[in-house]
């Protein structure tokens, strides 16, 4: 069942925009993107199940299930044809939503989205790091793990910021989002999202490789961000909200 998320909505202006964080991230990391783009669109930020201010459930942490949550909020907002933005994990529940519910999806837009089509050691890897979270040392292999994300030149504030909201849910839901991420089919949410496709990514390689995203969606745009980590809209702004916004301007309005 879907559960009644937490969210901050501002501004005024069509088409819609709504902001899906990442695993074991809330609504104050896209905080650069909602106040850019709530001077012309209005704009819902939100904190996943189990994340943020949102409540903890017993289970419903598989991506369908967190496309449900979205899905609900937009109805509850009367939100229509919205711009899904999704960073990470939120760019994968993107895809599935717009699958799933393709009269309430206008666009989608992964930033640095998870792996849609991963690479054959990624699942493995998933799966060690949920284990490994719930065991003796969890807390430390979790911020060893958010470290990583980042570049030695990234934002030092940005930084500790994110650390702090990814390290504060409890270790029982962050495992149990990435083994729902290790069972999403990606292939077949990408294949089955007829709305506009814009995948901001902080780095040319990986699942998410340009290459790997046209063989499955030829009409999928791809756009690389300079000089961050994966918590791009975060790091460069400028550059994610430029991307953002072209993108929206070209195939929107």
């Known amino acids: 069942m879907p559960v009644r998320l937490a969210y ?13 964080p990442g695993w074991c991230c809330d609504r104050t990391l896209f905080a650069p993107q909602v106040d850019h783009f709530r001077r012309t669109h209005r704009v819902a930020a ?5 994340c943020g201010a949102s409540p903890v459930a017993d289970d419903g942490y598989d991506i369908p299930a967190q496309a449900a949550d979205v899905a609900a909020l937009c109805d509850d907002l009367g ?27 206008g666009a989608v837009i992964g930033v ?3 792996p849609i089509d991963p690479l054959p050691d990624v699942r493995a890897r998933f ?41 504060s849910v409890p270790a029982r839901v962050a495992a149990a989002v990435l083994r729902g ?13 007829a709305a506009p496709i814009l995948v901001v990514s902080s780095q040319p390689a990986g699942s998410n490789a340009p290459e790997r ?6 009409e999928v745009q791809v756009g690389i961000t ?15 909200n430029s991307m953002i916004a072209r993108f929206v301007a070209a195939r929107l309005t």
């Open 8 to 20: 901050e909505e501002q501004g005024a202006g069509d088409p819609p925009l709504v902001f899906v």
């Open 46 to 50: 939100l904190d996943l199940r189990g």
């Open 79 to 105: 939100l229509e044809r919205a711009v899904i933005v999704g960073h990470s994990l939120g760019g994968m529940i993107g895809l599935e939503l717009a699958a799933a519910r393709p009269e309430l999806v």
């Open 112 to 114: 640095d989205p998870g």
């Open 127 to 167: 799966s060690a790091l949920a284990e490994a979270i719930e065991g003796e040392s969890g807390a430390e292999t979790r911020r060893r793990y958010v470290e990583d994300l980042f570049l030695p030149t990234d934002d030092a504030g940005a930084r500790q910021h994110t650390l702090d909201v990814m390290c």
């Open 181 to 193: 991420a290790v069972e999403w089919d990606g292939v077949a949410a990408l294949r089955a999202c």
């Open 213 to 218: 995203l046209l063989a499955l969606k030829p």
């Open 226 to 240: 300079f000089g961050s980590g994966h918590f791009n809209q975060l790091v460069v702004p400028e550059q994610v």
